[in-house]
């Protein structure tokens, strides 16, 4: 089992930035795809970006490309997922996500609300 555990959210105005957290613990041997998702209200979950851990080049949203950038530190076992230049199109709650097929695991997600 992986537990994932997310932080970071919160208010912020557009324009401004954030950075989420993602810690793993459990049996992480093997993970090898990291990633966030975010769902808004009466929306489906949509991926943000993704990478995978050896050798792969990040994968982002097209709404997102040049504004957030994903981020991996093995050492603290925590993706990041830095988010700048926010618009009010990118509240949502921001999920983690980590897997090696079949396993798939979900943290329990961060609100991120971008308003005046």
């Known amino acids: 089992q992986v537990t994932l555990v997310e932080s970071g959210g919160g208010l912020v105005q557009p324009g401004g930035s954030l950075r989420l957290s993602c810690v793993a613990s459990?049996?992480?041997?093997?993970?090898?795809?990291w990633g966030w998702y975010r769902q808004a209200p009466g929306n489906q979950r949509e991926l943000v970006a993704a990478v995978i851990s050896i050798g792969g080049s990040p994968t982002y949203a097209d709404s997102v490309k040049g504004r957030f950038t994903i981020a991996r530190d093995n050492a603290k076992n925590t993706v990041y997922l830095k988010m700048d230049n926010l618009k009010p199109e990118d509240t949502a709650v921001y999920y983690c996500?980590?897997?090696?097929?079949?396993?798939?695991?979900w943290g329990q997600g961060t609100q991120v609300t971008v308003s005046f």
């Open positions: 996500n980590a897997g090696s097929f079949p396993r798939e695991y």
């Open positions: 459990g049996r992480i041997f093997g993970i090898d795809r």
